[in-house]
Antibody
Framework: EVQLVESGGGLVKPGGSLRLSCAAS????????MNWVRQAPGKGLEWVSS????????YYADSLKGRFTISRDNAKNSLYLQMNSLRADDTAVYYC?????????????WGKGTTVTVSS | EIVLTQSPGTLSLSPGERATLSCRAS???????LAWYQQKPGQAPRLLIY???SRATGIPDRFSGSGSGTDFTLTISRLEPEDFAVYYC?????????FGGGTKVEIK
């Protein structure tokens, strides 16, 4: 079964850091680009970042540049999102999603998400 | 950045009725790089349509997508009880990837 499982979410104070992980199984992870998408409480979907198969091409939402870093470890079938200088408006469910083709593509498999809450 | 505007915000319909959802882009979407997703409460989004009109694996044929350029439509021919959800369009023709604000299809 194709599956993505996110972890690493939790409660963090403003200015703090958090590292999200996404474990992939049931498919050849190294053959797909990957994405992070977030959803604030009661709001719509917001794309966060994308990474190509090898990690050579990386894209971020403009509002996040410099604070978030996406990475992947194909040997461990894992995707990561390092989040620094967190703010209250980063509070959201963070989804890991598989990109069908290149790093800018539609997303055909989604994890269930991990919740990040930024609050003092 | 390509801004996607979905309308209406909420669609109130009865099971068996036809649903027509609109997604308008602020500029032309390259090569029909437009997808639609369905999201139910407490669940992750699910891919319905890619390439503006191609159904994803396992999606019933009552779902169809159409359009090009700046105007796209998702049609659900006959609403089933499980179709009441929020629907999002997404463009993937250029960075940043963007989603529309969503259309909620609710039971009338």
């Amino acid at each position: 079964e194709v599956q993505l499982v996110e972890s690493g979410g939790g409660l963090v104070k403003p200015g703090g850091s958090l590292r999200l992980s996404c474990a992939a199984s049931g498919f050849t992870f190294s053959s797909y680009s990957m994405n992070w998408v977030r959803q604030a409480p009661g709001k719509g979907l917001e794309w966060v970042s994308s990474i190509s198969i090898s990690g050579s091409y990386i894209y971020y939402a403009d509002s996040l540049k410099g604070r978030f870093t996406i990475s992947r470890d194909n040997a461990k079938n894992s995707l990561y999102l390092q989040m620094n200088s967190l703010r209250a408006d980063d509070t959201a469910v963070y989804y890991c999603a598989r990109g069908f083709g290149g790093p800018l593509d539609y997303m055909d498999v989604w994890g269930k998400g991990t919740t990040v809450t930024v609050s003092s | 950045e390509i801004v996607l505007t979905q309308s209406p915000g909420t669609l109130s319909l009865s099971p068996g009725e036809r649903a027509t959802l609109s997604c308008r882009a602020s500029q032309s979407v390259s090569s029909i790089y437009l997808a639609w997703y369905q999201q139910k409460p407490g669940q992750a989004p699910r891919l319905l349509i890619y390439g503006a009109s191609s159904r994803a694996t396992g999606i019933p044929d009552r779902f169809s997508g159409s359009g090009s350029g700046t105007d796209f439509t998702l049609t659900i021919s006959r609403l089933e009880p499980e179709d009441f959800a929020v629907y999002y369009c997404q463009q993937y023709g250029s960075s940043p990837l963007t989603f529309g604000g969503g259309t909620k299809v609710e039971i009338k």
